[in-house]
Nanobody, 130 residues
Framework: QLQFVESGGGLVQPGGSLRLSCAASGFTLSSYAVGWFRQAPGKEYEGVSCTSSSDGNPYYADSVKGRFTISRDNAKNTAYLQMNSLKPEDTGVYYC???????????????????????RGQGTQVTVSS
């Protein structure tokens, strides 16, 4: 069964950290580009961070640069988004996505109007509040 299952969201105070995980089953994540997207209240769906299958030069939205890190563990077939120094404006539902044609730049997958993903996680709520 093909699945892409997210975990790791929750409530955290400003300045805190969370790590989101997305475990793939039924397909080999290492050959896919991976991206993390979020839907914040009243805002457009946006690409937060994306990386090609080779993980070279990942893309980060300006709002998260220096605070978020995208990574993957091929042995576990899992992708991660480490989120540090969280701010209230990081609140939203976060989705992981995988793209079969994984050889483009991270910017390509995260850009507005970018390609449709082949697999997407179910979404996990991140709330940053004191």
């Amino acid at each position: 069964q093909l699945q892409f299952v997210e975990s790791g969201g929750g409530l955290v105070q400003p300045g805190g950290s969370l790590r989101l995980s997305c475990a793939a089953s039924g397909f080999t994540l290492s050959s896919y580009a991976v991206g993390w997207f979020r839907q914040a209240p009243g805002k457009e769906y946006e690409g937060v961070s994306c990386t090609s299958s080779s993980d070279g030069n990942p893309y980060y939205a300006d709002s998260v640069k220096g605070r978020f890190t995208i990574s993957r563990d091929n042995a576990k077939n899992t992708a991660y988004l480490q989120m540090n120094s969280l701010k209230p404006e990081d609140t939203g539902v976060y989705y992981c996505a995988a793209f079969r044609r994984g050889y483009f730049s991270g910017t390509y997958y995260c850009r507005r109007g970018g390609p449709r993903s082949d697999y997407r996680g179910q979404g996990t709520q991140v709330t940053v509040s004191s």
